[in-house]
């Protein structure tokens, strides 16, 4: 491991980006974390610098494209392989964002609000030549979600359950079989640890 930054962290994955021999062909990265890692942020803060790079960005969130609540919630609302197998509209996503990008050239900022469960009735965007698709979530590896990069921020167990508010105690079933099954830090193309925020390590490949 590598103690670095979080602006190396995040100029690590943008140079991932650059010096692509097709810079005209659209790119998806997936930022996936615990909600204690806060992906959104890293996901944000990859947006300025590859617009400088040159990278229209199309930034979206997983959040904005869960199952109708009458499917995710079937099983209760605090079923843990649910969380886990039921909320993501990975057919949805793929369709809408991270293949149809590639395909038709447009995507969906978003499907559904997940606090009133409606449809945002959002419009399709028309992608500009190299759009790169920021997408952020957790428990997202391993769903067949079409991404080109896949960054985890990874946490220790006794960490990750520090972080969960006791109402949120449910959802540490669902981490803990999503590290089991999916094994995200195998998975992912960049692995950061952010146990201590301040101070993430960038898990070098040996």
């Given at each position: 491991?590598?103690?670095?930054?979080?602006?190396?962290?995040?100029?690590?994955?943008?140079?991932?980006?650059?010096?692509?021999?097709?810079?005209?062909?659209?790119?998806?990265?997936?930022?996936?974390?615990?909600?204690?890692?806060?992906?959104?942020?890293?996901?944000?803060?990859?947006?300025?610098?590859?617009?400088?790079?040159?990278?229209?960005?199309?930034?979206?969130?997983v959040r904005d494209f869960l199952r109708p609540a009458s499917l995710r919630l079937e099983r209760g609302r605090r079923d843990p392989d649910a969380l886990l197998e039921e909320w993501i509209d990975v057919g949805g996503l793929n369709r809408e964002v991270l293949t149809g990008i590639v395909r038709r050239g447009r995507w969906l900022p978003s499907l559904r609000d997940p606090a009133t469960d409606r449809a945002t009735r959002a419009a399709y965007v028309d992608a500009a030549p190299g759009t790169v698709v920021v997408l952020d979530g957790s428990l997202a590896l391993g769903r067949g979600l079409d991404v080109d990069l896949a960054v985890h921020l990874a946490l220790q167990p006794a960490t990750e359950t520090r972080n969960t508010p006791l109402d949120e105690a449910w959802t540490l079933a669902a981490y803990g079989r999503y590290r089991r099954e999916a094994q995200p830090e195998r998975r992912a193309d960049v692995v950061a640890r952010v146990d201590h925020p301040d101070r993430p390590a960038l898990v070098l490949p040996d």
């Open positions: 491991m590598q103690a670095v930054t979080f602006e190396r962290v995040v100029a690590h994955v943008v140079e991932r980006f650059l010096g692509d021999d097709d810079d005209a062909r659209p790119a998806r990265v997936l930022v996936d974390g615990h909600p204690s890692t806060r992906p959104e942020a890293l996901a944000d803060a990859l947006v300025e610098p590859l617009r400088a790079a040159g990278r229209p960005v199309a930034r979206v969130r």
